[in-house]
């Protein structure tokens, strides 16, 4: 990062526990004045069957994927406030869209992510401040490579990469957007589900079948 940004700097924080977000946030507060853009990005992922999960990976998932977003937005908003400016970018996951077998722990965490937004959006709008969400497929990462090959496996069109969801985000920002979905196929499938939920439901039970009898075979 300080290769391209020498005047760029970091603050360590687990964002998972309330104390350490307060610190970084007043830290940051103190050096620089001011918070423009706030972008909840920390996140874990699993991929096993909801029965065989234990509950403290669900909690932890919960704790950074959703908590995590709440004390650094919660703790960033009353400056943004007493400013009337600034812009909240969470990167939830089209999983946080559509809910998906084997994830669902991953899922829940998403969903409130995406709910927090929608809900934030026309709360803080009046007051200057935007929020976007970004809901990206798998993305080409260390983080998606740690369960990547667990079935059911995501199609490979489904995969991004990071410099593609960056610029996505970027963009988001620019034309102050809620809520981008990617790919754009994947938005697709997204708009068919809220349109026709029922049908969906049967298509997506049996692909997700067709998928796991194909990886009990191989």
Same mark, same amino acid.
């Given at each position: 990062?300080?290769?391209?940004?020498?005047?760029?700097?970091?603050?360590?924080?687990?964002?998972?526990?309330?104390?350490?977000?307060?610190?970084?946030?007043?830290?940051?507060?103190?050096?620089?004045?001011?918070?423009?853009?706030?972008?909840?990005?920390?996140?874990?992922?699993?991929?096993?069957?909801?029965?065989?999960?234990?509950?403290?990976?669900?909690?932890?998932?919960?704790?950074?994927?959703?908590?995590?977003?709440?004390?650094?937005?919660?703790?960033?908003?009353?400056?943004?406030?007493?400013?009337?400016?600034?812009?909240?970018?969470?990167?939830?996951?089209?999983?946080?869209?559509?809910?998906?077998l084997n994830i669902a722990?991953?899922?829940?965490?998403?969903?409130?992510?995406?709910?927090?937004?929608?809900?934030?959006?026309?709360?803080?709008? /009046?007051?200057?401040?935007?929020?976007? +969400?970004?809901? =990206?497929?798998? #993305?080409?990462?260390?983080?998606? %490579?740690?369960?990547? !090959?667990?079935? /059911?496996?995501?199609?490979?069109?489904? +995969?991004?990469? =990071?410099?593609? #969801?960056?610029?996505?985000?970027? %963009?988001?920002?620019? !034309?102050?957007?809620?809520?981008?979905?990617?790919?754009?196929?994947?938005?697709?499938?997204?708009?068919?589900?809220?349109?026709?939920?029922?049908?969906?439901?049967?298509?997506?039970?049996?692909?997700?079948?067709?998928?796991?009898?194909?990886?009990?075979?191989?």
């Amino acid at each position: 990062m300080r290769s391209t940004s020498p005047r760029s700097t970091t603050v360590e924080c687990d964002v998972a526990k309330l104390d350490q977000v307060r610190d970084m946030i007043n830290s940051v507060l103190s050096s620089l004045g001011k918070i423009d853009i706030l972008i909840n990005n920390a996140g874990i992922g699993m991929r096993t069957p909801f029965v065989d999960t234990p509950i403290e990976v669900i909690e932890a998932l919960m704790t950074t994927n959703y908590l995590g977003a709440v004390y650094c937005t919660h703790s960033a908003l009353p400056s943004m406030i007493a400013r009337g400016s600034g812009h909240i970018v969470n990167i939830s996951s089209a999983a946080g869209k559509i809910g998906t077998l084997n994830i669902a722990g991953y899922c829940a965490s998403k969903f409130a992510m995406n709910g927090l937004s929608e809900s934030l959006y026309y709360e803080l709008k /009046p007051l200057g401040i935007d929020v976007s +969400v970004i809901c =990206p497929g798998p #993305v080409r990462t260390d983080f998606n %490579k740690s369960f990547a !090959d667990i079935p /059911p496996k995501s199609p490979a069109s489904l +995969v991004v990469s =990071p410099e593609f #969801v960056s610029a996505a985000i970027i %963009k988001a920002i620019e !034309d102050r957007r809620f809520e981008v979905v990617l790919p754009r196929w994947l938005a697709l499938i997204c708009w068919f589900k809220n349109f026709t939920p029922n049908l969906f439901r049967v298509i997506a039970d049996r692909n997700f079948r067709h998928r796991i009898a194909q990886s009990k075979k191989t």
